[in-house]
Structure formats: structure tokens, C-alpha cells
């Protein structure tokens, strides 16, 4: 899947409220969009904005066939770092620091 | 919004199993990571194997964000009516309002805390003429971590009374940026106030 279409599909998931937020036992604090400190809005803006030079990707740990997706972009005065990845229809995100 | 009940089901990632695994949707108490509260009934996804949480549903962080609100501790002294003057004026000299005046105090605190800015001489301050004054004016700081920074500070410096404390502090922020106009300082305010200001 291309660049553009992972930001789309993340960006639909934000829009359309289907988010998970992994978490270790605990809820972590630092997943900004987990605790409510940043809005789905703010986040999806933060993805539109990203180029391809902000964007990698690799395997997921637990099952290779699922790829973890990380953009480093700066948006709103803001440095974002936005990990996640798709469990169909969902978007499930690992990090969302500034 | 897509919206999950209690004992639905989904695949999701547990830690503990190091696997993808079938989770359950259950109501707990789930504690924070930093240790620092629990957020009481809040609806999450429970591996089926471990029972350990991996889930969180978005529909659930209204309930954690007024969990994380809620912890929110305040720390308040009393102070002479200079030292707001003092605070006020810091503000102005980072190029913002009155409003910024607790962030600039909290971010001291901090960093006399952690030890990135010297405590050594903060006690040292209350015994200049500007420490002199009726305390008239009160403040208040609220946050997550100001209450475990005065404490650290409070052993650090050896002084055990709040409003003590949070004079020398601000003493010690008209010296930085009021007299000296540190650069250091003052630029470190400056990216305080691009977030917070």
C-alpha cells in the first residue's frame, strides 16, 4: 500500500471513531490521543501533513505480516511522532507523542 | 463513532503473550503507567489467555482524560504582594501575559528539581531584603507532577515550608530573568511559551 493510501486510511479511522490505543496492562500516559490531552482532529491533521520523508515503516514484532507505520512530521508548531498499525477496519495506535 | 460493548471481541496485541490474541471487552480498573492513579471502570480489551489489559477503545478516553484531570494536584503558598509584581514581570520579559506567570514557576520548580538549573544558593535568597514583606497575595499551581517536584526541591534545599520555598524560587527568577536577563533562561521560557504560552 502507497503512502498516500495508508494516510487516507488512517485518517478515515480517525474521522469515522474506529481508534484502539495498545496498551501494556496499563494505560500509558504518554499516548497523548489515549489520554484525550490531543483530539482525533489535531491528530489527523498532524498525518495530512506529513510527506514521504517523514513516514517509515516496519514489521510488527508479533506478527510480521503487519506492518507498523511512524511518521515524524511537524504540524501546528507541534513535533508529532504517530505510531500504528491496521487490524482491519481498525487503526490501533502504539504512540502518539510530541 | 464506532462503539464497543461489554463481552465484545476483536484481535489485538498482548504484551505479555507477545502475540496477537483474541481480547475480550471488560470493565476494570486500569492503573496509570507512570504509577501515578487508576482510572476505575473504564472499559477496556482483556487478552482471553492472560487477562492482561491490551486494548483501549477510543470511546473510552473521555474517562481517562477526567481521571488524568482529577489528579491534578495543587501546591499554594502565601507571598508578599512584590513577589507577584516579580512573576508578572518575568512574564512580560518572556513576551507574554499573566497567565503564563504559573508556568514559569512550575518550570523552575522543575528544573530546580531535576537538578538541571543549581538549588544550592536558592535558600540563600530568602535571607535578602526582598524576601522581607507581608505575605498578602496567594498562589496556587496546579499540575501532575508540581507536588513531587516540591518535595524533591524541599530536600534538595532543605526548606520545609511551601510558601518559603516558592519564595526563593521566585527570588531566584528575578535574579535570572529580571536582573541578569539570562539568555539561557530566557530562552528556555521562550520554548516553554511556544507550547504553554
Known amino acids: 500500500m502507497g503512502f498516500k493510501k495508508i494516510k487516507a486510511q488512517v485518517i478515515d479511522c480517525l474521522n469515522t471513531g474506529k481508534v484502539r490505543h495498545e496498551q501494556r496492562g496499563d494505560i500509558n500516559v504518554k499516548n497523548l490521543l489515549a489520554t484525550g490531552a490531543v483530539t482525533a482532529v489535531q491528530v489527523a491533521a498532524a498525518i495530512g501533513s506529513a510527506r514521504g520523508y517523514d513516514y517509515e515503516c516496519s514489521p510488527h514484532h508479533y506478527d510480521p505480516k503487519i506492518q507498523v507505520h511512524i511518521i515524524m512530521t511537524v504540524n501546528g508548531g507541534k513535533r508529532w511522532y504517530i505510531k500504528w498499525y491496521f487490524l482491519e477496519p481498525n487503526t490501533v495506535f502504539i504512540s502518539v507523542h510530541e | ?75 499554594e503558598g ?87 520555598l516558592i519564595k526563593s524560587v521566585i527570588l531566584k527568577i528575578n535574579d535570572d530573568i529580571l536582573q541578569k536577563k539570562s539568555p539561557k533562561s530566557l530562552n528556555a521560557l521562550r520554548g516553554v511559551a511556544a507550547v504553554f504560552g
Open chain 2, 78 to 164: 502565601r507571598i508578599p504582594a512584590h513577589m507577584v509584581d516579580i512573576l508578572n514581570l518575568a512574564s512580560a520579559e518572556v513576551g507574554c501575559g499573566t497567565d503564563f506567570v504559573q508556568y514559569i514557576v512550575k518550570y523552575y520548580v522543575h528544573s530546580l528539581a531535576s537538578k538541571d538549573i543549581s538549588s544550592k544558593q536558592l535558600a540563600n535568597y530568602l535571607k535578602s531584603d526582598l524576601a522581607k514583606g507581608k505575605a498578602e497575595k496567594r498562589i496556587s499551581l496546579k499540575g501532575r507532577h508540581i507536588v513531587k517536584d516540591m518535595v524533591e526541591l524541599k530536600a534538595l534545599t532543605r526548606l520545609d515550608k511551601t510558601s518559603d
Open chain 2, 1 to 75: 463513532m464506532d462503539i464497543l460493548k461489554v463481552g465484545d471481541q476483536e484481535k489485538a496485541a498482548c504484551d505479555n503473550c507477545a502475540a496477537f490474541v483474541t481480547a475480550t471487552y471488560k470493565l476494570r480498573d486500569v492503573p496509570f503507567s507512570d504509577g501515578s492513579g487508576i482510572v476505575k471502570q473504564v472499559l477496556v480489551g482483556v487478552c482471553e489467555q492472560c487477562d492482561n489489559v491490551c486494548v483501549l477503545p477510543h470511546q473510552s478516553t473521555p474517562v481517562v482524560k477526567r481521571a488524568l484531570e482529577k489528579q491534578r494536584k495543587s501546591v
